[in-house]
């Protein structure tokens, strides 16, 4: 087994904390990865705290990984040691379904294997995060991370850039399209960035009059402040498509209205606690389609990597120590980061007694 450290939650009710753990002994298609950064997800909160009420204690949350091959297996052919890498949201699914041979292994019928908090396949455990100083992984689950990209910046593209991206390409947004995203957070500040580098016209809607300049220098064109009824009413049925990515149950229909005939609004964000029932009506007499979308599947997230990296697209972030998580998680309930907290996972050796 290889020994691991890292910090993660023993109950709902305890703050993280250091935690000495095993992983499995890295396999013949494994990597071994030495964890560099780790992004801070609202995943990682809402299942340290329970809030799914599916989490297996101790957790080690983290699925936004970027580090270096420190070992590969002796069947692994796209990696070596040294190269930079990243791990998502998955770590394995069951391979023979048709989700996964369509390369969608989000939707895996067998369900896929999260990076933490998940059934481990090989050894029957848990699987533990990247709140942590290493990490083991079967190489196809493994995505290669290009050099024009700055490590720390690019490790939230592996939840909140897959989360907005997928969504994004899988309706076909592109020029000549009118496209909303609800929400300015780790996962709507990546969906401007998305939305422009693929040539839409992108509208933010936004509670916050307050984030209009920053909105517009992400790549939007518009900011709609969604309480002004004035400003909502003005876009009505307007949108071709709309990117919800709020984790917080609120009013669809204010939305839904905004959609063409024919347009979809798909919805991102996972609250802990479900949405109002929207109006049916406001479905049927237009034909719209509301949508749900999950992460993406190993090659789009690559697609979409490769994609960042050839257009100079990460995430603003704000580094911080594993020291301070708990306070981050504190302040990502109130928004207070733009737009996402990253890990610096070298502040962990801080922790090895001398």
């Not at 709902?12 to 753990?21: I, K, W």
């Not at 790549?219 to 709609?224: F, I, K, L, P, Y």
């Not at 479900?274 to 237009?286: D, E, G, R, T, Y």
Request: glycine content about 10%; proline content about 4%.
């Amino acid at each position: 087994m290889l020994k691991s450290m890292g910090y993660g939650a023993t109950s709902a009710s305890e703050p993280l904390s250091l935690l000495n753990f095993e992983r499995r002994t890295p396999g013949p298609t494994d990597v071994q990865i030495e964890i560099l950064y780790c992004g801070v997800c609202h995943s990682d909160l809402h299942t340290a705290r329970d809030e799914w009420h599916n989490t297996v204690y101790p957790v080690v949350p983290g699925h936004e990984i970027i580090g270096r091959v420190t070992a590969v297996g002796n069947e692994v052919a796209r990696f070596k040691v040294g190269d930079l890498a990243g791990v998502g949201c998955m770590v394995d699914s069951c391979q023979h379904c048709q989700s996964c041979a369509d390369g969608l292994e989000q939707y895996c019928e067998n369900g896929f294997v999260g990076t933490y908090n998940g059934e481990e396949m090989h050894s029957g455990g848990m699987t533990y995060g990247g709140y942590a100083n290493n990490i083991v992984v079967t190489e196809k689950f493994v995505l290669r991370i290009s050099d024009k990209l700055d490590p720390a910046a690019a490790a939230p593209l592996l939840c909140a850039g897959i989360t907005t991206w997928s969504p994004l390409r899988h309706w076909k947004v592109g020029k000549g399209q009118k496209v909303g995203i609800v929400g300015l957070g780790g996962l709507g500040h990546m969906g401007i960035k998305l939305a422009h580098a693929l040539g839409a016209h992108v509208v933010l809607f936004t509670t916050s009059p307050d984030k209009r300049e920053d909105a517009i220098r992400l790549g939007a064109d518009e900011v709609v402040v969604s309480k002004n009824a004035d400003e909502m009413e003005a876009h009505a049925n307007s949108f071709d498509f709309i990117l919800n990515t709020v984790a917080a149950a609120h009013d669809l229909d204010a939305f839904l209205v905004l959609l063409k005939r024919e347009g979809t609004m798909t919805l991102v964000g996972a609250p802990s606690h479900p949405h109002p029932s929207p109006q049916v009506f406001n479905l049927i007499m237009k034909r719209r389609h509301l949508a749900g979308s999950l992460i993406g599947g190993i090659a789009e997230t690559q697609e979409m990597l490769d994609f960042c990296a050839e257009r100079g697209i990460a995430s603003d972030i704000e580094i911080i120590p594993i020291q301070h998580i708990n306070e981050a998680y504190e302040r990502m309930l109130k928004s207070d980061v733009k737009y996402r907290f990253v890990i610096d996972m070298a502040s962990l050796k801080q922790e090895q007694p001398a």
